[in-house]
Structures are given as structure tokens and as C-alpha cells.
């Protein structure tokens, strides 16, 4: 397999996916703009599938399951109940700020579930994970490129 798929690949595992995929590739010798387009793209691309699934899942199991139902039901208003304040006022740029800090449990599929749970529309979902994973992949790879290029010059 070559660095970029490997790339590819690893940023497409939720939670650690970009954050270890650009430490990864360019420790692998990737370009810092060849290792920040594979994992960014690979990062977007589980999370748009699952905004994609998500709501055709959820309708299907709640009309099929009483439990299901009750359970999606008791998340939505739990969740709205709890947050909704919060993210009507901050709404957009906490779904970026969700996506782009790279702490463990953030990151596109925990943005797209976010976004999912407050009833966004898929385009506009979609469009604030891109612009989170973009502002996390330029991060990062700024940030480990530094790295790596210290840790060369004092070694």
C-alpha cells in the first residue's frame, strides 16, 4: 500500500482519524501538502456518510421499534432540552469548533452526529465538518510539520 492510502485509511478511523494520519504521513515522508489532502479527505468522507445514513437509519428503526422509537425520542429531547440554548446561540461555529480542536472524541463523526442531533440540514452539516477538518488538517499539520523539523535540526 502506498503512504497515501495509508493516509487515506487511517484518517477514515473515528477518533483518532486525523490526528494520527498526519503525524503518520509525514513521519511516512509525505509532502505536508500531500499528507494534508489525503487526510483531510479521508476525515470527511465517514463523516458524510454517516450524515448520508443517519436519518434514513433512525426513521427506519423508529418506525419499526417501539424501543427504538422511545430511545431516539428520550436522546432528541434530552439532548435539545440540555443544549439547545447553547448551540442556537453558538450553533455553527460550535459544530467547527467541535470538528477542528483535535481532542480525543472530537472531530467529523462526532460533528455529523451533533449536527444530526439539532436537526441541520445534511448540505449545511456537511459544509461546517469540511470547514472544521480543514481548520484541524491545517493545525496539525503546521503543528507536527514544526515538530518534526525542530526535532531534525536539534537531532
Known amino acids: 500500500m502506498t503512504p497515501e492510502i495509508i493516509v487515506l485509511f487511517t484518517s477514515m478511523i473515528p477518533f483518532s482519524d486525523i490526528k494520527l494520519a498526519i503525524p503518520l504521513g509525514l513521519e511516512m515522508g509525505l509532502s505536508a501538502t500531500t499528507t494534508f489532502i ?3 479527505s479521508g476525515t470527511i468522507l ?7 445514513l443517519i436519518g434514513p437509519a433512525s426513521k427506519f428503526a423508529r418506525k419499526n421499534s417501539k ?3 422511545r430511545f431516539f425520542a ?5 439532548t435539545r432540552k440540555k443544549h439547545y440554548e447553547r448551540f442556537q446561540r453558538y450553533g455553527p461555529i460550535f459544530i467547527i469548533f467541535l470538528v477542528a480542536v483535535p481532542f ?4 467529523p463523526v462526532t460533528g455529523s452526529m451533533v ?3 439539532f436537526g441541520l ?8 465538518v469540511v470547514i472544521g477538518a480543514l481548520i484541524a488538517g491545517l493545525l496539525l499539520t503546521a503543528g507536527f510539520n514544526s515538530i518534526f523539523a525542530l526535532l531534525e535540526a536539534i537531532g
Open 46 to 52: 465517514p463523516a458524510a456518510i454517516i450524515m448520508a
Open 38 to 40: 489525503f487526510a483531510v
Open 67 to 69: 424501543l427504538m422509537d
Open 115 to 117: 449536527s444530526f442531533l
Open 121 to 128: 440540514d445534511y448540505w449545511k452539516a456537511l459544509t461546517l
Open 104 to 107: 480525543p472524541g472530537s472531530g
Open 74 to 78: 428520550k436522546l432528541f429531547y434530552t
